[in-house]
């Protein structure tokens, strides 16, 4: 199931808390990728899994054998933020080179989260976003002529 980055947790129906998504990929979303710090991964390894029986997710990228993974993770910073990533964001990490937005890797790294501009880091992945709708908005409309 695909979540955009940062958007508001869409399995929940509480709307009060803030609850951001992180690494909820599909194969038909392009997805950032770059160096991860290798604590990040172990502290990710050592949180609990929570929400466990909720389903299963199979990794869309890997070619025979698909890794899977039934739950999530929740990573709650300095200032109170929660994220919510599917248990497979350390295989992402791990053998898809995945990336996850900097604000939950220094909440993941207990880092305070005060230098970073929050509302900045979601209006760039809504942007993304939004420009991906318009691609796949542009491609529907072409078809039908
Ligand atoms: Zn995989």
Redo the contacts with the bound molecule.
Sequence with gaps: MYIPELSNYSYSTRQAEEQFSVGWLSEDHEFTTGHVNPMVVSRLKELPIVNKYRGFHI????EDK??MGNGEIHVIDADGRKFVAPTMII??IE??NYKPPNIFLQAVMGEPTEDVDVENEVKEAMARTMAERVDSAICGRSNKY
């Design positions: 990794c869309p990228y890997c698909p890794a295989h992402y053998a898809h």
